[in-house]
């Protein structure tokens, strides 16, 4: 079936040190986006990316950086910059190029729960 | 800028009776989406339900319906026959058309009691 892995699905991460959280999607989608939720709020977009090889900023992208080298793999690295990461990360995936592309929604994947040590 | 409100932090409702969820959105381009998303404990996002702005009906997905109230910027879900399972998380989300990027509400906690 299609749809969108994240892992892992719980991540522990020390002082200083950078991670990295996986997203493929086997949708074959073009657009791709990162959200952080903290407890008791919506989400907040990272960093999206509309094609290979381009992203974008989001609303919160300070301590975080993307790749998309690949149109199935979208990794996120939260870096030691990041002094409060400890957070529900969600990627999502849409296909905006489909016929109205206002309307499509995008498809999440089971997210990645990270903490601190 | 866009931006969405959810005034309910809670709802509780009996199972088999309906309850709405309210939504409120603020924006100033003519062309927007806005889409209803469920989240249950285990955390993934279940997409529900979508109304376009130019839509002239309201959208309905089975037990689910969007009270679209365009002058009043509102788009209110009603769940019809709340069974066990709808107990979750509700978001409310806006796409501006040209944009990718989802604008999230806080979210509305569904409790349904046998």
């Known amino acids: 079936d299609g749809g969108i892995t994240q892992s892992p699905k719980y991540l522990f991460r020390k002082e200083g040190q950078n991670v990295t959280l996986s997203c493929e999607q086997n949708l074959n989608h073009d657009a791709m986006y990162w959200y952080r939720q903290d407890p008791g709020q919506g989400l907040r977009l990272i960093y999206y990316?509309?094609?290979?090889?381009?992203?974008q900023k989001g609303d919160i992208a300070e301590g975080y950086s993307v790749s998309r080298e690949k149109k199935e793999s979208f990794p996120l690295t939260v870096t030691s910059a990041q002094k409060n990461p400890t957070a529900f990360y969600l990627c999502?995936?849409?296909?905006?190029?489909?016929?109205?592309?206002?309307?499509?929604?995008?498809?999440f994947g089971d997210g990645t729960r990270l903490s601190i040590l | 800028a866009q931006k969405i409100t959810q005034t309910q932090p809670g709802m509780f409702v009996q199972e088999k009776e309906a309850v709405t969820l309210d939504c409120t959105y603020d924006t100033s381009d003519p062309s927007y989406g806005l889409f209803w998303y469920k989240q249950p404990s285990s955390g993934e996002m279940i997409f529900l339900i979508y109304?376009?702005?130019?839509?002239?009906q309201n959208a309905t997905e089975g037990r689910y319906s969007l009270n679209f109230q365009k002058a009043r910027k509102s788009a209110n879900l009603v769940i019809s026959a709340s069974q066990l399972g709808d107990s979750a998380m509700y978001f409310c989300?806006?796409?501006?058309?040209?944009?990718?990027?989802?604008?999230f509400g806080t979210g509305t906690r569904l409790l349904v009691s046998p």
């Open positions: 999502a995936s849409s296909n905006p190029r489909r016929q109205g592309s206002s309307n499509q929604p995008q498809h």
């Open positions: 990316s509309q094609i290979v090889n381009d992203f």
């Open positions: 989300a806006m796409r501006e058309a040209g944009f990718q990027k989802l604008v």
């Open positions: 109304q376009g702005s130019y839509d002239q």
